[in-house]
């Protein structure tokens, strides 16, 4: 993770670069400048990169707010990780509740 990453207060897991890119440009440049600390947003490299992106984020120190965006064919992918994580989700609608969308 960047610098700007282990700053924010909060991480949004983004599948990929394109996703960054989607999300910046509906944020526009004001709010998606580098070094916001409000926020992070993350291109996690692959949706199965999510674990890993998840259990980084909980060792750091204050633990930012995290939530994400997955391609629905993907949500699988998530639940597994976050179960992995001991969250109590079971199927993609738990996905909500977990902030991931």
Do not use: K
Not at 31 to 46: F, I, P
């Amino acid at each position: 993770m960047s610098g700007q990453e282990q700053t924010a207060a909060t991480l949004v897991l983004l599948e990929g670069q394109s996703d960054v890119a989607a999300v910046t440009a509906v944020l526009g440049d004001s709010l998606a400048g580098a070094g916001h600390a409000s926020y992070g947003l993350v291109d996690m490299g692959g949706v199965t990169n999510v674990g890993a992106h998840l259990r980084r984020a909980a060792e750091l120190r204050p633990a930012p707010r995290v939530i994400g965006l997955c391609d629905a064919g993907e949500a699988g992918v998530v639940v597994r990780a976050l179960q992995q994580l001991g969250r109590d989700v079971e199927e993609p609608a738990d996905l909500a509740a977990e902030h991931f969308f």
